[in-house]
Nanobody, 129 residues
Framework: QVHLVESGGGLVQPGGSLRLSCTAS????????LGWYRQAPGMQRELVAS???????TSMNAAKDRFTISRDNTKKTVYLQMNGLKPEDTAVYYC???????????????????????WGQGAQVTVSS
Protein backbone atom coordinates (compact mmCIF):
# COMPACT_ATOMS: atom_id res chain seq x y z
CA GLN A 1 0.00 0.00 0.00
CA VAL A 2 1.17 3.49 -0.86
CA HIS A 3 0.08 6.44 1.26
CA LEU A 4 0.13 9.85 -0.41
CA VAL A 5 0.00 13.22 1.34
CA GLU A 6 -0.40 16.44 -0.63
CA SER A 7 0.44 19.99 0.36
CA GLY A 8 0.72 23.42 -1.20
CA GLY A 9 -2.81 24.27 -2.28
CA GLY A 10 -4.47 27.59 -1.57
CA LEU A 11 -5.93 30.79 -2.95
CA VAL A 12 -4.02 32.66 -5.63
CA GLN A 13 -4.79 35.56 -7.95
CA PRO A 14 -5.00 35.05 -11.71
CA GLY A 15 -1.52 34.97 -13.19
CA GLY A 16 -0.02 33.73 -9.94
CA SER A 17 1.90 30.55 -9.15
CA LEU A 18 1.61 27.63 -6.76
CA ARG A 19 3.64 24.50 -6.21
CA LEU A 20 1.93 21.34 -5.06
CA SER A 21 3.89 18.60 -3.34
CA CYS A 22 2.96 14.98 -2.72
CA THR A 23 5.05 12.75 -0.50
CA ALA A 24 4.68 8.98 -0.55
CA SER A 25 5.20 6.39 2.13
CA UNK A 26 4.65 2.67 2.40
CA UNK A 27 5.98 1.57 -0.98
CA UNK A 28 9.04 1.52 -3.20
CA UNK A 29 8.73 4.90 -4.89
CA UNK A 30 10.56 3.96 -8.10
CA UNK A 31 8.00 1.24 -8.85
CA UNK A 32 5.23 3.78 -9.44
CA UNK A 33 4.11 6.21 -12.08
CA LEU A 34 3.15 9.41 -10.28
CA GLY A 35 0.50 11.78 -11.51
CA TRP A 36 -1.57 14.83 -10.73
CA TYR A 37 -5.28 14.89 -11.49
CA ARG A 38 -7.82 17.61 -10.86
CA GLN A 39 -11.55 17.75 -10.40
CA ALA A 40 -13.57 20.94 -10.71
CA PRO A 41 -17.11 21.17 -9.27
CA GLY A 42 -19.54 19.20 -11.42
CA MET A 43 -16.77 17.90 -13.65
CA GLN A 44 -15.03 14.58 -14.05
CA ARG A 45 -11.56 14.06 -12.66
CA GLU A 46 -8.95 14.66 -15.35
CA LEU A 47 -5.26 13.97 -15.70
CA VAL A 48 -3.05 17.05 -15.46
CA ALA A 49 0.32 15.36 -15.85
CA SER A 50 2.16 12.16 -15.00
CA UNK A 51 5.79 11.15 -14.72
CA UNK A 52 7.42 7.73 -14.81
CA UNK A 53 10.30 6.49 -12.65
CA UNK A 54 12.67 7.42 -15.50
CA UNK A 55 11.15 10.90 -15.88
CA UNK A 56 9.02 10.47 -18.97
CA UNK A 57 6.19 13.00 -18.80
CA THR A 58 2.66 13.07 -20.10
CA SER A 59 0.74 16.36 -19.82
CA MET A 60 -2.70 17.55 -20.83
CA ASN A 61 -2.63 20.11 -23.62
CA ALA A 62 -4.18 22.91 -21.56
CA ALA A 63 -1.36 22.76 -19.01
CA LYS A 64 1.73 21.90 -21.07
CA ASP A 65 3.08 25.44 -21.26
CA ARG A 66 2.11 26.48 -17.72
CA PHE A 67 2.41 23.42 -15.45
CA THR A 68 5.52 21.35 -14.80
CA ILE A 69 5.58 17.97 -13.10
CA SER A 70 8.75 16.66 -11.49
CA ARG A 71 9.76 14.00 -9.00
CA ASP A 72 12.53 13.53 -6.50
CA ASN A 73 12.98 9.81 -5.98
CA THR A 74 15.27 10.31 -2.99
CA LYS A 75 12.62 12.35 -1.18
CA LYS A 76 9.74 10.18 -2.46
CA THR A 77 8.01 13.35 -3.58
CA VAL A 78 6.30 14.49 -6.76
CA TYR A 79 5.72 18.16 -7.49
CA LEU A 80 3.43 20.19 -9.71
CA GLN A 81 4.65 23.69 -10.43
CA MET A 82 1.78 25.79 -11.71
CA ASN A 83 2.44 29.17 -13.30
CA GLY A 84 0.13 31.63 -15.02
CA LEU A 85 -2.86 30.29 -13.14
CA LYS A 86 -6.33 31.01 -14.51
CA PRO A 87 -9.74 30.90 -12.83
CA GLU A 88 -10.53 27.78 -14.85
CA ASP A 89 -7.68 26.00 -13.07
CA THR A 90 -9.73 26.12 -9.87
CA ALA A 91 -10.21 22.54 -8.71
CA VAL A 92 -9.23 19.96 -6.15
CA TYR A 93 -5.89 18.52 -7.20
CA TYR A 94 -5.18 14.88 -6.41
CA CYS A 95 -1.90 13.04 -6.33
CA UNK A 96 -1.99 9.56 -7.85
CA UNK A 97 0.33 6.57 -7.88
CA UNK A 98 -0.03 3.51 -10.06
CA UNK A 99 2.39 0.63 -10.57
CA UNK A 100 4.84 0.77 -13.44
CA UNK A 101 3.52 -1.97 -15.75
CA UNK A 102 7.02 -2.67 -17.09
CA UNK A 103 7.89 -4.38 -13.82
CA UNK A 104 8.30 -8.19 -13.79
CA UNK A 105 4.90 -9.82 -13.38
CA UNK A 106 5.59 -11.22 -9.92
CA UNK A 107 6.76 -7.84 -8.67
CA UNK A 108 3.82 -6.07 -10.29
CA UNK A 109 1.36 -8.43 -8.60
CA UNK A 110 3.07 -7.96 -5.24
CA UNK A 111 2.28 -4.24 -5.32
CA UNK A 112 -1.35 -4.57 -6.32
CA UNK A 113 -1.27 -5.38 -10.01
CA UNK A 114 -1.57 -3.24 -13.12
CA UNK A 115 -4.93 -1.80 -12.11
CA UNK A 116 -3.92 -0.64 -8.63
CA UNK A 117 -4.44 3.06 -7.96
CA UNK A 118 -3.55 5.08 -4.91
CA TRP A 119 -4.83 8.58 -4.22
CA GLY A 120 -3.98 11.44 -1.94
CA GLN A 121 -6.61 13.33 0.01
CA GLY A 122 -6.72 16.25 -2.43
CA ALA A 123 -5.54 19.86 -2.30
CA GLN A 124 -7.87 22.75 -3.07
CA VAL A 125 -6.54 25.27 -5.57
CA THR A 126 -8.63 28.40 -6.02
CA VAL A 127 -7.73 31.04 -8.59
CA SER A 128 -9.65 34.23 -8.00
CA SER A 129 -9.16 37.96 -7.69
Amino acid sequence: QVHLVESGGGLVQPGGSLRLSCTASGGIFNMYVLGWYRQAPGMQRELVASITHDYQITSMNAAKDRFTISRDNTKKTVYLQMNGLKPEDTAVYYCNARPNTDLPHSVLMSIGGADAQYWGQGAQVTVSS
